[in-house]
Nanobody, 117 residues
Framework: EVQLVESGGGLVQAGGSLRLSCVAS????????MSWVRQAPGKEPEWVSG????????FHAEAVKDRFNISRNNAKKMLFLEMNNLQPEDTAVYYC??????????RGQGTHVTVSS
């Protein structure tokens, strides 16, 4: 059974930072590209960042480029998202997903990120 367990969210003031983590199990994590997707209240899910299976290439949505960094540890089957200079518009539930920007699928329970102004 595929499991994705996100953590690390919280309440932070604008300009602050958070580091999200995801523990994956039930599938060969090391052969899959992975992504973070977020969903703000009342909005559709939005792809945020993605990383290739070997961790060598990563991509970010324009809205978070230069502020967010994605990384992974294949030995520990973990995915990370370092978020800097957070803004109120970053408030959302963040999900760890399998795949790239247009192919992502599956998600865990998510972790809530709230940015106050």
């Amino acid at each position: 059974e595929v499991q994705l367990v996100e953590s690390g969210g919280g309440l932070v003031q604008a300009g602050g930072s958070l580091r999200l983590s995801c523990v994956a199990s039930g599938f060969p994590f090391e052969v899959y590209d992975m992504s973070w997707v977020r969903q703000a209240p009342g909005k559709e899910p939005e792809w945020v960042s993605g990383i290739t299976a070997d961790g060598g290439t990563y991509f970010h949505a324009e809205a978070v480029k230069d502020r967010f960094n994605i990384s992974r540890n294949n030995a520990k089957k973990m995915l990370f998202l370092e978020m800097n200079n957070l803004q109120p518009e970053d408030t959302a539930v963040y999900y760890c997903t399998i795949g790239g920007s247009s192919t992502w699928t599956g998600r865990g329970q998510g972790t809530h990120v709230t940015v106050s102004s």
